[in-house]
Structures are given as structure tokens and as C-alpha cells.
């Protein structure tokens, strides 16, 4: 028999019984549907920490960290005091001059440039205050701008602010807000608030890592940070990590296998890259998590569809017998029945994929102008050809192997006892 | 001359043969021997009724001749060939191209119309649909059905439903014809208009008629009669 005519009879005998098909296709629907949905949220996602994250320090750019040795003050067991261990909160361990210039050494190394975690008190314009977090602006740092441009690594006096404070300071736009100025106070060692008066460079966009932090350079962040630690033991001249940059033509290869010097030598060395897939694998578990819950609605249609065909398999015993009668061999009847399941998987996936992408625009539209607001270019929902490919036939195989089972029934029905089957 | 001679030999050229075939049921406990040692043949172009009571294995032996069924033992040959060394593929090729089958259930797909259910057969052949078509109007015409190509079967009279049936066992040219109660369901006027079609076939065409039936009138038309009882020939 041609492929066409057993198309057109599976297709038919879909039709035959429309409400029992409509409610097991609904089923593959749903469960379609959830999956699609599920992997457009993480794909949102992703696309957008990708691209957040994905130019960060450009290529060249390693984060250092002391090897942490099981410091979980938790569970580890305790350890033995090293008068030679620099230990920060929570005894983590903490790096100093000595570090710096021993990776400084390490070949390769570019620029060494310490972490900085500085505590201020307010960001004001004239008797406006708010609380604030500053970071240091790190060249090729790829921050998303609202308006303004980079502020210049070399100048002490520049503030990158996020779009959420330009309205309370009253800055106007995020565009009037360029070139304008902005205080920024801290305590110092002794407690006193030291006001710095800076020039506002840019404004960031918001975004879903360090959404409220103002950016400032290296140099004004090593002043604020002598100021709070000056004569402090244990804390000035301590940094959680080091940023090092290297020789942006480096391939992979040169890459890791700096990563295995930083190693040796008792550091613990990350590309941006590697930050990236450590929160992929995050956002990897929890949509794991998600897609079981589909997958278990599939899971639920599949019997929807191995017992539709049975009953169709029942339904159409004396039809089977005569189709075998007139010589329709076992290949013939096996694939009648098993395209009908394949077609309900193939409904049920289109719509369920179809339904998904039209919703997409709607629920992207709705989290952007809600709770997505500040958070620019992020889309919720994100639908990928490949993957969407990937579910529909996958769906379709699933809906054939349920199908198989009814359909090695059928077409191992003997055509004799089939016809005297009324 | 060379005709006449063809149809001599053709004539008496048995196209079914059976050798001391049997058909064991399996029950629960005992076992039912519903055919016993049969030895017979068919020859080609020749009419031949089957008659006996309900019971008596006339169905089963028929079945084993169309193929639908296999002899528990014995040897079946069709046009010379043991079956025993056909695969059942090769066996579906002969009924979908050699035989044609009149049911007395009719075995009408009552949705699809009468055109879809005559080219049934073309259709499991692989016949391209336009062939189909061409053929399937040809064979309603001849079985007087033309203007209900289009209706759907099951709005047929049943004499109607088994004139449809002999133009869909008609459609593959086949060389054997198995009727099993082809009148058993229709009234006289009906079963006569049925009878009437299907000697017209086989003496226009040729066709091997085995018809199993209980009428003795319907027997009595065929060239040859056997008569079974308990599972065997008397």
C-alpha cells in the first residue's frame, strides 16, 4: 500500500471517534505545552545571563581565589591555627600583597588588579541620600548603559550609577543625569563620613546581576578602601580575589593551561566563562526540576494514546480481517495504527509548541512592562528553532513507540477470527 | 483452433490442490478435528459449489483454499506450488492478485463510499488513486452501481451491499473467485440477481467460482458439487 493511502487512513480513522482523539491529543497538549514552556523560560534566561555575562573582561580576563580547603565552618572539622593564613568573616581565606605579586610573577600575567569589597554609606545630591553598594569598574566589563559612556579607568572622580537612583535624586532623565554631580559618602576607619564629590559618567541598565550597584574606578576604591582599613589588622590590604588579565590572544589551550599554573601554585582560577557555567548548571536544575512535571503529563498521554488505539484496535477488528484477507500484510496494518499515534503526537506537539510560541509574545510583553520593567533586552520566554525541533519529534517518537503495542496487535490479528468478529 | 485447444488444457489443469490435509482446533483439554484427510482439486475456470450443514468444516476447508488459513498438515498447492514453502507475504500477494472474496457479511466499510470500498483491493496492491478510480467507476458500472459511487455504503440495500461486494472481488481481475453464503443473507429476488452476476462473470472471464453454501439451487448451477460432512468429502 502506498504511503499516501495509509496517511489518509490513519488520518481518517483519527476523525472517526473525534471526541476520543481531541481529549487524548489535549493530553499530549498539555504536557507539550509545559515542556515547550519550560524550556522557553530557560532559554530566556540564558540567552540573556549569556549576553550579560558573555563579553565580560572580554577573553583575557581570570578571577583568583585563595584554593578554598574546606572551610565550611559548618560541617569541616576544625582546623589547626596558621599564624601564616590570612583569614577573613567566617575564616575564608583572604589574599594580600605577597599574592599579588607572586601571581604578578606567574607567566602570562598581564595586569593584577585586587578585588575590592568597600562598604558606603549614601549616594546624595545635595540633600538627597540613599543607600548604596559601589563596585570597581574593571576595563572591558561588559555593564549594559542606559546613557553616558565608560567612565575613564585613570580618573578618581567618576561614578557609573544605576537607572533606579536617577529618579529618587531627582537627576531628571537618564540623559540630563550625564555629567552631573553626585556625593558619595562612607565611614571611615574612625566611623566619620568622608564625602567624595564625583562626576556622574553613565548610567547602567537595569540587570539581573548587580542590578543595584554603582560602578567606580580601581583607584578611588583602593582610597576609600585605605580609608576604612588603614591600621586595621587582618582587613587592609586583604582581598577575597584578584582579577588578572593575560595576553587576549591566547587560546584555549594557553588559557587552561594557565588555569593549571594558578593551580599548582595553590589559586583557584576562573574565566568568565566558567562563572557562566556555573550559573547555566543553576538554572540547568532548576529547569530539570520543571520539565519532570511535563514529562510526567507526557507520561500520562502516552497511556492516553496506548489505550485510544487499543480500543480503535477493537473498534476495527472485522476491518482489520478483511484488509488482511484481501492481502494487506502484517507491515501494511502495523503502520496504519502506528501512524495514528504518531499523528496524535504530531497534533498534539504542534499545537502544544504553537500554543507556547503564540503565548510568548503575550507573557513577554506583560513581564516587561511589570516586573521585568528595568531589566532591558531580557525576554521571559525565548523559542529557539533546534530545541523546539528537538521536543516536536521527540513527541512524535514517543506517540509511535506508545502506538506500537496496539499496532503489533493489530497486525498480528488472524483474519479468519477478525471476520467472524462482529 | 489453438484457442479451443488452449482452453481444453487450461480447462483441465487443476489451479488448487489438496493432499490429505487436515485442520486440528485446539481446545480447552481435547482437540477438534475439523477437517479430516482431504484430497481434492480445483480446476481452473470450472464452478464449484461446497456444500454441508453448518458444523460440518465447509468453512474451514475453504478458508485453507483461499489461504487465510493453514492445513495443521497435508500438502496445499496453487498452480503447482506447495504452500508450505510460500512465506505469508507471498501468500498475501495471492489473494490480493489471484483471489477475490464474497462474504456473506458483506464486510463493508458502512462510512467510506461505494467507489472507496471497491478499490479496497487496488488500494493494499498499491495502485496509483486515478488507475483506482478508472477502475473502481468500470466495475460499479458493471455491477449497476455507477450512480452510487459517491454514496456511502452504508446507505445500501443489502442486495445492493452484495453487488458492490462481487465488483470489489471482481476489480484485481483475480483467476478464483471464493464466495462463502453469498445469498445466505438476501432475500430470493435479491439472492437470484446475485447468482445471475456472478456465473456471468465466471463464464465471460473465466473465473474459478468455489461457492460454499447450504442452497442446493445455488449448488445445482455449478459444474460440480462436493458435499462435506464431519470433515471429510462424502
Known amino acids: 500500500m502506498r504511503i499516501r493511502d495509509r496517511i489518509i487512513i490513519s488520518q481518517r480513522n483519527l476523525l472517526r471517534s473525534k471526541l476520543r482523539t481531541f481529549l487524548t491529543i489535549s493530553a499530549v497538549l498539555i504536557g507539550t505545552f509545559t515542556i515547550s514552556l519550560t524550556n522557553g523560560v530557560g532559554n530566556g534566561i540564558k540567552s540573556y545571563v549569556d549576553r550579560e555575562l558573555g563579553n565580560v573582561g572580554a577573553e583575557n580576563t581570570l578571577i583568583i581565589q585563595p584554593r578554598n580547603d574546606s572551610d565550611n565552618p559548618v560541617s569541616s572539622d576544625v582546623q589547626e591555627y596558621d599564624p601564616d593564613r590570612q583569614l577573613g568573616m567566617f575564616n575564608q581565606t583572604l589574599l594580600g600583597p605577597d599574592d599579588i605579586r607572586e601571581v604578578q610573577q606567574i607567566r602570562g600575567v598581564d595586569k593584577v588588579i585586587p578585588e575590592l569589597n568597600v562598604q558606603v554609606e549614601y549616594l546624595g545630591v545635595g540633600e538627597k541620600k540613599f543607600q548604596a553598594t559601589v563596585g570597581q569598574y574593571i576595563e572591558n566589563f561588559n555593564i549594559q548603559l542606559q546613557s553616558g559612556s565608560y567612565l575613564d579607568l585613570n580618573r578618581k572622580d567618576m561614578i557609573m550609577i544605576p537607572m533606579r537612583y536617577v529618579d529618587p535624586l531627582g537627576l531628571g532623565s537618564a540623559e540630563e543625569a550625564i555629567g552631573k554631580n553626585i556625593t558619595l559618602g562612607y565611614k571611615d576607619v574612625n566611623g566619620r563620613i568622608v564625602e567624595k564629590e564625583l562626576i556622574i559618567a553613565a548610567v547602567t541598565a537595569q540587570s539581573l546581576l548587580g542590578s543595584a550597584t554603582s560602578y567606580i574606578s580601581n583607584g578611588l576604591l583602593m582610597d576609600i578602601n585605605n580609608d576604612q582599613t588603614r591600621g586595621v589588622a587582618g582587613l587592609s590590604e586583604r582581598y577575597p580575589a584578584l582579577v588578572v588579565s593575560h595576553d587576549p590572544a591566547y587560546s584555549d589551550e594557553e588559557v587552561e593551561s594557565l588555569k593549571q599554573i594558578f593551580s599548582a601554585n595553590g589559586y583557584n582560577a576562573q574565566t568568565i566563562q566558567d562563572a557562566i557555567g556555573t550559573i547555566n548548571t543553576v538554572i540547568n536544575g532548576i529547569l530539570i526540576v520543571l520539565n519532570v512535571f511535563g514529562i510526567i503529563a507526557l507520561l500520562a498521554a502516552t497511556f492516553g494514546i496506548v489505550n485510544t488505539l487499543l480500543m480503535a484496535v477493537t473498534e476495527r477488528t472485522s476491518e482489520i480481517g478483511l484488509m488482511k484477507a484481501l492481502g494487506a500484510n502484517r507491515t501494511t496494518i502495523f503502520s496504519i495504527f502506528a501512524m495514528e499515534a504518531a499523528s496524535i503526537g504530531f497534533w498534539g506537539a504542534l499545537l502544544g509548541i504553537g500554543i507556547s510560541m503564540i503565548l510568548a509574545p503575550i507573557v513577554n510583553n506583560i513581564a516587561t512592562n511589570n516586573f521585568l520593567q528595568d531589566f532591558v533586552g531580557f525576554k521571559l520566554l525565548a523559542f529557539p528553532f533546534l530545541p523546539s525541533l528537538g521536543i516536536f519529534l521527540g513527541i512524535i517518537l514517543l506517540a509511535f513507540l506508545a502506538g506500537t503495542l496496539p499496532s503489533i496487535k493489530a497486525s498480528k490479528q488472524d483474519p479468519i477470527s477478525a471476520l467472524r468478529y462482529e | ?234
Open chain 2, 1 to 234: 483452433m489453438t484457442v479451443f485447444c488452449y482452453h481444453t488444457v487450461t480447462y483441465m489443469q487443476p489451479i488448487i490442490e489438496t493432499r490429505e490435509i487436515t485442520r486440528v482446533y485446539e481446545g480447552a483439554g481435547e482437540n477438534t478435528q475439523a477437517i479430516k484427510s482431504v484430497n481434492f482439486s480445483v480446476m481452473k475456470g470450472e464452478s464449484l459449489a461446497i456444500i454441508g450443514k453448518s458444523g460440518s468444516g465447509k468453512s474451514t476447508l475453504m478458508h485453507m483454499l483461499a489461504t487465510l488459513d493453514r492445513p495443521t498438515s497435508g500438502e496445499m498447492l496453487i498452480d503447482g506450488q506447495p504452500t508450505s514453502k510460500l512465506s505469508d507475504k507471498d501468500l498475501d500477494i495471492i489473494r490480493n492478485r489471484k483471489f477475490g472474496f464474497i462474504f456473506q457479511q458483506f464486510f463493508l466499510n458502512s462510512r467510506n463510499t461505494c467507489l472507496e470500498n471497491v478499490t479496497m483491493p487496488l488500494m493494499i496492491t498499491g495502485t496509483p488513486s486515478d488507475e483506482r478510480k478508472k477502475r473502481g467507476l468500470e466495475m460499479l458500472d458493471a455491477v449497476g452501481l455507477l450512480d452510487k459511487a459517491k454514496q456511502p455504503a452504508g446507505q445500501l440495500s443489502g442486495g445492493q451491499k452484495q453487488r458492490l461486494c462481487i465488483a470489489r472481488a471482481l476489480i484485481t481481475q483475480p483467476e478464483v473467485i471464493f464466495a462463502d453464503e453469498p445469498t445466505g443473507n438476501l432475500d430470493t429476488e435479491n439472492g437470484r440477481i446475485i447468482t445471475d452476476l456472478l456465473f456471468q462473470m465466471h463464464k465471460e472471464k473465466n473465473i474459478t467460482l468455489v461457492i460454499v453454501t447450504h442452497d442446493p439451487d445455488l449448488a445445482a448451477l455449478c459444474d460440480r458439487t462436493i458435499t462435506i460432512k464431519d470433515g471429510e468429502i462424502v
